[in-house]
C-alpha cells in the first residue's frame, strides 16, 4: 500500500513567485493534514481537511496561503506570493479517522514532506 | 493542549534500551500521550500511545506514572536506525490533529 505522497519533494523559488505543493493521501483517508516546519523552528499544524471540506484551518499564517482538497482525494497548498520566511519543509499527513479518542480513530501517516526555499 | 518538556539530546549505545522521559504536569484526564519521531529527512513517524497504562507494541513501550505526570518511552533494543528526535505529545484527539510537537528529544544511538 502507498504511504502519503508529496510532490515535490524540492522547490526552490524567488520571492513574489507562486508555489503550488501537492500531497496525496494514503487512499481511503478522509482526513488530511498539512503541517511546516520553517527554518530553526517547531512542526506546526496547518490545517486539517475532512473529505473536501476544512475541518480547521486555524494554524494557516495568512492568507497568502491556499489549500485546497477538491472531490476530496489530493490536496494542494498554494503560496502565493511567497517570501523568504516561508521556507521551510512542509509536511502533509492522512488518517482514516478523527475525533474524540473512543469514538472512530486511527493513526496517523505523514508524507517524506516538500523543502521550499524562497530566495 | 498541555505542554509537554523533554530533555535536547541523549546518548544511547546499540543494543541497549533507550528510556526517553517527557514531563507533562498540566496534562487533562481525557489527553492521551503520544509519542512520534522524525528520523533525518523524513516525515514524523507515530510510535505510541497511551491513557495511563502502560503499553507495549512492535516498535516500544510507554510507562506512564500514576499520576499521568510523567511518563517515559523505551526502546528496548535500540539501534543505529532508531537514531532521530523524539516528540512526546499530549493530545485529546485522535489523526493527526493540532498536534503540537515542541523541541523534542534528539536521540543519538552510538555503535
Redesign the interface.
Known amino acids: 500500500e502507498a504511504g ?1 505522497t508529496q510532490f515535490p519533494s524540492h522547490s526552490v523559488i524567488e520571492k513574489g513567485q507562486t508555489v503550488t505543493l501537492r500531497c496525496d493521501p494514503i487512499s481511503g483517508h478522509d ?1 488530511l ?1 498539512w ?1 511546516r516546519r520553517v527554518m530553526g523552528k ?4 496547518l490545517l ?1 481537511f475532512v473529505k473536501e471540506s476544512k475541518q ?1 484551518e ?2 494557516m499564517p495568512n492568507n497568502r496561503f491556499l489549500a485546497e482538497r477538491t472531490g476530496g482525494t489530493y490536496s494542494t497548498l498554494k503560496v502565493q506570493p511567497a517570501e523568504l520566511e516561508d521556507s521551510g519543509v512542509y ?1 502533509c ?3 482514516q ?5 473512543g469514538s472512530m ?9 516538500t523543502r521550499l526555499t524562497v530566495v | 493542549d498541555a505542554k509537554t518538556t523533554q530533555p535536547p539530546s541523549m546518548d544511547c549505545a546499540e543494543g541497549r534500551a533507550a528510556n526517553l522521559p517527557c514531563n507533562h504536569s498540566t496534562i487533562s484526564g481525557n489527553e492521551y500521550v503520544y509519542w512520534y519521531r522524525q528520523i533525518h529527512s523524513q516525515g514524523p513517524q507515530y510510535i505510541i500511545h497511551g491513557l495511563k497504562n502502560n503499553e507495549t507494541n512492535e516498535m516500544a513501550s510507554l510507562i506512564i506514572t500514576e499520576d499521568r505526570k510523567s511518563s517515559t518511552l523505551i526502546l528496548p533494543h535500540a539501534t543505529l536506525r532508531d537514531t532521530a528526535v523524539y516528540y512526546c505529545i499530549v493530545s485529546a484527539w485522535w489523526g493527526a490533529q493540532k498536534l503540537v510537537f515542541g523541541q523534542g528529544t534528539r536521540l543519538t544511538i552510538n555503535p
Do not use: L, M, P
Open positions: 502519503v482526513n493534514y503541517y517547531e512542526i506546526k499544524f486539517h480547521d486555524s494554524g509536511f499527513a492522512s488518517s479517522g478523527w475525533g474524540a479518542i480513530n486511527t493513526e496517523a501517516f505523514f508524507g517524506q514532506g
